[in-house]
Structures are given as C-alpha cells and as structure tokens.
C-alpha cells in the first residue's frame, strides 16, 4: 500500500512538472500584449560567408603588450569583410615584436 502511495505521488509530481514545463514552453513562442498572443516574427535563415585567412601581421612596440586575438576587416569585390583572428606567431624584429594572426572572416551584409 505505501508503494503504491508513493507511485501515485511520484506520478502527481511528474505529472504537474510537465504540465508546468510544456506552458512554458507554448508561452515562450508568443509574445504577450494586453492579454492578446501574438506570434513571434518568422526567423529566416541567413547564409554567412566566411574566408579563412592567415599572415596578417600587426607591429607592436617592446614595452607593448601584445594581444592574442586582435580584429581584422577588408574590403574586395564582393564587399566588406571582417572578424577576429588568433596570434599563431610572435617575431623580434629588432626594434619592435610583429605578431601574427589567422581566423576566419565573415561577408558583412
């Protein structure tokens, strides 16, 4: 009798629980407006175009730090592109450290 007490329980719980959890989930696909539900805006999905580049160099000073990321843009044909790449390399020039970063970058609309 206690077994089944407790799976009766268990099953109310489980029960509720999912209940609460799928009204969340159906409240979260509409927006709420003065008591009135609208749907959300069709998502579309966007094509990005990336291009994997490499050897670009930035000089920094010897007292400078030298960040391990830095953001890279540039323009061709096809329009403007820009993203931020990693430091792969770092080479005493002398007088000065030039780092140097690869990533990919992205077609900016």
């Known amino acids: 009798m206690l077994k089944v007490k407790r799976a009766i329980k268990c099953l109310s719980v489980?029960?509720?629980?999912?209940?609460?959890?799928?009204g969340i989930a159906s409240a979260a696909n509409h927006v709420s407006?003065?008591?009135?539900?609208?749907?959300?805006?069709?998502?579309?999905?966007?094509?990005?175009?990336k291009k994997y580049v490499t050897g670009i160099t930035r000089?920094?000073?010897?007292?400078?730090?030298?960040?391990?990321?830095?953001?890279?843009?540039?323009?061709?044909?096809?329009?403007?592109?820009?993203?931020v790449l990693d430091r792969y390399d770092i080479k005493d020039m002398g007088?000065?450290?030039?780092?140097?970063?690869?990533?990919?970058?992205?077609l900016e609309d």
Do not use: E
Request: charged share 10%; glycine share 6%; aromatic share 14%.
């Open 59 to 83: 000089d920094f000073a010897k007292d400078a730090s030298i960040p391990a990321t830095t953001l890279h843009s540039f323009t061709d044909a096809r329009g403007q592109w820009a993203g």
């Open 33 to 49: 407006t003065t008591g009135q539900s609208m749907p959300q805006a069709p998502i579309t999905a966007a094509v990005m175009q």
């Open 95 to 106: 007088a000065y450290y030039r780092a140097y970063y690869q990533g990919y970058v992205y």
């Open 14 to 22: 489980t029960a509720i629980l999912l209940s609460t959890m799928s």
